[in-house]
């Protein structure tokens, strides 16, 4: 096989990013998303693009926070491993996000397949499978059952302690991680910096009561980088077993409604049946699935 020759772009080099077929519809799904060139990496074997990643952070942040796209040709699973392997930045996450039931498409399974070797060969392992959903006006706003209270709250200890109680007791693949790492205190904290992260305002953030006062859960109406979505669905253990989360999704959508949102995105892991039929009831399409690997740090991966 001949030599493989690996690139970091550049603007004037940009364009080559678009020189391999993308079977995955990761043009359509990303094309709001801004990539630097300079986080867009090619590989090319005798004149023909055979792997390209693109890695993505906000506009103000130094270095990327995740890959987001990675394109390998059929037989070309090292050199996609190369491009990812050797790249200057290693952020802990590399995301697919793919067509929704590719699993029962064979062209599509096996353009997977190929990529997942890619991203293990670069020392990331597969970490959960997501359901995508994007809500539209169509979807109709679902019905507020009317059985909490909700408010905000300024002290982040508050919210600290609630997403403490959520996640002693969690079948979120993120969270469990965290915890794994670093125990509930991790993962709580984990969860208040992304709320932090986001771009929407703190004021946003909302705790649901019974009617006689005692905490239910937590929601956080939210607009990332790439428009309005769901921040976070949390009910603490005790109050299980009720449905709020439910309640916690329906108000959610009400309050992103209700300050101009024209879409909501959202997601949850494929294992967790109660929220992905929270969602379905909700009248939240699955509109693409995900696979986030984790990257392996042990000593010599990569």
């Not at 990539?35 to 693009?49: E, F, H, L, M, N």
């Not at 239910?216 to 005790?238: K, M």
């Not at 109050?239 to 879409?263: M, N, P, S």
């Amino acid at each position: 096989m001949t030599d493989l020759v690996i690139r970091t772009l550049d603007e004037s080099s940009a364009h080559l990013f678009d020189t391999m077929p993308d079977p995955l519809g990761f043009r359509e799904k990303h094309r709001h998303t801004r990539y630097r060139p300079d986080w867009q990496r090619i590989a090319r074997r005798d004149g023909r693009t055979v792997a390209r990643a693109a890695w993505w952070g906000r506009p103000e942040d130094t270095e990327p926070l995740l890959i987001n796209w990675l394109d390998v040709a059929e037989g070309e699973e090292e050199a996609g491993a190369e491009l990812v392997r050797t790249a200057p930045w290693r952020p802990d996450e590399l995301d697919l996000d793919l067509p929704s039931g590719w699993r029962d498409d064979p062209r599509l399974r096996a353009a997977v397949e190929v990529r997942a070797a890619a991203a293990r060969g670069a020392g990331y392992e597969p970490l959960v499978e997501r359901f995508l959903y994007r809500w539209t006006p169509e979807c109709g706003l679902p019905r507020r059952p009317g059985r909490l209270v909700f408010g905000g709250e300024p002290d982040d200890s508050v919210f600290f302690d609630l997403l403490r109680r959520i996640h002693s007791v969690t079948l979120d693949a993120h969270a469990r991680r965290a915890i794994e790492q670093g125990g509930v205190d991790l993962a709580a904290q984990s969860e208040l910096d992304v709320f932090h992260w986001m771009p929407s305002p703190r004021s946003w953030w909302q705790i649901a009561r019974t009617p006689g006062g005692e905490p239910v859960g937590v929601h956080i109406p939210a607009r990332n980088p790439s428009g309005p979505c769901i921040g976070f669905i949390g009910v603490v253990p005790e109050q299980r077993g009720h449905g709020y989360a439910y309640d916690l999704l329906a108000e959610c959508t009400h309050f992103l409604v209700g300050h101009g949102a024209e879409f909501i995105a959202a997601a949850t892991d494929q294992g967790n049946f109660p929220m992905a039929a929270h969602f379905t009831r909700a009248g939240y399409p699955v509109v693409r699935e995900r696979v986030n690997y984790w990257a392996d740090h042990a000593p010599g991966a990569g």
